[in-house]
């Protein structure tokens, strides 16, 4: 019975976590781009800071009706938000949070290939877009959904890559014991393959400047184009969840995880600030850099990516021999 109880409470815990930082990840979007391109609506909504907007956008979702097209695949187009959503829920069990004041690592579950289990449930998440792009029906959206499998093929290699060369540094595919394992020489020694996972992961979650699939300009919103209401409220749910487990994994694999003073009791507070730098720097690269095309997207990943994610490998396979 203890087992069952320990398991549901990670499970809840888990939940919590999912339910609440996607939503203060969206939030903080709202008001750095606010801040950064002199937007005066985010900042109204509710009075103070417009603490409300986040709110407002969730009335406002609701509010709106969710409709399929005639010529979509009625299947494919409705179960799409949830194979887009569900999938960072399920990498979330295995990322690590730290110590909590000396109680053990806060973990859903600690498995021993947590990199390839997490890595593979991102790709999941990508696939439930290619599934809204392919089933609406819609040919701006299957264009969309065409250029999402492109990026998808490109990056996955170089985002694999540079997490296999963290992995051989640790000596473990485990999460918890890479993050047990972490030098600070890493910083250095593992740079590159920081700068390839986190580009490659901006990538695999369309964010700009790789947001071709939803260039609004040509696409009206690519695989999206046809969802409203709530449907299309659990993509930007995703989305934000997407950017939540890729600075989770981020801080694991390359910053350390919960290292930093007094670990042993507040590690998952260091955890919680490493993530929302690194998602803070995601919001900033959409501010920041104008959308690549199409041809730039793919041309960078194979060109630059791959060929560095393959020298990091070979620096790290020198580094653990020597």
């Not at 699939?213 to 749910?237: H, I, N, S, W």
Request: net charge negative; proline share 6%; aromatic share 10%.
């Amino acid at each position: 019975m203890p087992d069952v109880v320990d398991v549901v409470l990670r499970c809840v815990l888990v939940l919590a976590v999912f339910m609440v930082l996607p939503l203060v990840i969206g939030q903080m979007e709202h008001k750095a781009m606010a801040h950064m391109q002199s937007r005066v609506g985010p900042m109204a909504a509710g009075g103070f800071h417009g603490w409300a907007q986040l709110l407002a956008d969730g009335v406002k979702f609701v509010q709106k009706e969710s409709i399929t097209p005639v010529a979509a695949d009625r299947r494919v187009f409705e179960l799409a938000p949830a194979v887009a959503l569900a999938p960072y829920l399920v990498a979330l069990l295995a990322i690590p949070l730290g110590p909590f004041f000396g109680q053990g690592n806060l973990i859903g579950q600690d498995l021993d290939l947590g990199l390839f289990f997490v890595l593979a449930a991102m790709s999941v998440g990508v696939l439930g877009t290619l599934m809204g792009g392919l089933g609406s029906g819609n040919k701006y959206s299957y264009i969309g959904g065409m250029r999402v499998a492109a990026q998808l093929m490109s990056y996955e290699l170089p985002m694999v890559l540079a997490a296999a060369s963290v992995a051989m540094a640790a000596g473990t595919l485990s999460l918890v014991g890479i993050a047990q394992q972490w030098e600070p020489w890493w910083l250095i020694t593992q740079l590159p393959g920081l700068i390839v996972f986190f580009v490659a992961g901006l990538a695999e979650l369309q964010r700009p400047p790789f947001d071709a699939p939803l260039a609004d300009a040509e696409l009206v919103m690519g695989p999206l184009t046809e969802y409203g209401g709530m449907r299309f409220a659990m993509f930007l749910l995703a989305e934000y969840a997407g950017i939540l487990v890729l600075s989770a994994l981020t801080t694991v694999l390359f910053l350390g995880g919960w290292a930093g003073p007094f670990s042993d009791h507040i590690g998952w507070l260091w955890t919680l600030v490493k993530v929302m730098a690194v998602a803070f720097l995601v919001i900033w690269a959409r501010v920041a850099y104008p959308r690549l095309r199409e041809d730039q997207v793919n041309s960078l990943a194979w060109k630059v990516l791959v060929p560095v994610a393959l020298a990091q490998i070979t620096l790290t396979t020198v580094l653990v021999v020597a």
